[in-house]
């Protein structure tokens, strides 16, 4: 039987998602989780990497099981087991058609930094310090030249290609809101699929555009180049905020 979690994580003390030896990852923590649940070895798949550092509110994961407990208490089990910096959310049945990793249709990332006189702790943990105070109406600017279809290439980290850098954006939103200490500023993007680095890359764009850089995110498209944009946002203001897919159940049921 084929099982998903929804799981969220504080990525600060985690090398990323991926097992790399005996480093501390999520699917490192998880697979020796669920192994001690069914008494074998698992694996737990994820709908898409996570960098060191980076967080997860809702990602999607998948795992094959057999075994007699019903599919929403697995994540109770799980819980039990896991360290505090990690949680499984929900646990539900799955087809066994359902690919993590292929079948999402879209996935939402959400960017933070904030602006402040000096660095505030109940923020640094998830949030990035801007030197200056950003433009929301410039940074709304270029966020509007992102959205649709485009080739990404010059938003990748050097060396990293795929086989195809043409990416579809559904929305890139740039909120703000004050507090008695801080602006906090959030870059909520929706889209098919990102590239390596490709969020934090394109916050920092935006954020850049917003603190006076001329934008050249149109001709970054056009040549692919790099340095052509800002660079790139710390791993710690990056959360992965779902992964979305036409079915999530073993029912069918829609989104």
């Known amino acids: 039987m084929k099982y998903a979690l929804i ?3 504080d990525g600060t003390d985690f090398c990323g998602w991926q097992k790399q030896g005996e480093k501390r990852t999520v699917q490192l923590i998880l ?13 737990v798949i994820a709908s898409g990497r996570t960098d060191s550092g980076v967080h997860a509110l809702g990602q999607v994961c998948e795992l094959a099981a057999d075994t007699g407990i019903p599919a929403d208490r697995l ?3 799980f819980n039990g087991k896991l360290p505090a910096d990690v949680r499984v959310l ?4 799955v087809e066994n058609g359902f690919d993590v990793t292929r079948s999402a249709k879209r996935k939402t990332y959400r960017y933070t930094a904030y602006y402040a006189e000096t660095e505030l702790p109940l923020l640094e943990r998830y949030a990035v310090r801007l030197k200056e105070r950003p433009s929301m109406e410039r940074m709304k600017a270029a966020a509007e030249l992102l959205v649709g279809e485009h080739d990404f290439a010059a938003f990748r980290a050097a060396g990293y290609t795929s086989k195809t850098s043409v990416r579809t954006l559904y929305g890139v939103e740039v909120d703000a809101h004050k507090s008695e200490y801080a602006e906090v500023y959030t870059i909520t993007v929706c889209g098919n699929g990102f590239l390596y680095n490709m969020v934090r890359i394109l916050a920092g764009e935006i954020f850049a555009v917003g603190c006076g850089k001329e934008t050249k995110i149109i001709e970054a498209f056009e040549t692919g180049e790099r340095c052509l944009l800002a660079k790139t946002m710390p791993a710690k203001g990056l959360v992965m905020l779902k992964a979305e897919y036409a079915f999530e159940r073993g029912d ?4």
């Open 252 to 255: 069918k049921e829609d989104n």
């Open 7 to 9: 799981v969220s994580y």
């Open 90 to 93: 929900k646990s539900f049945a």
């Open 31 to 43: 697979e020796r989780a669920a192994s001690e649940i069914f008494g074998r070895e698992t694996r």
């Open 75 to 77: 994540s109770a089990c």
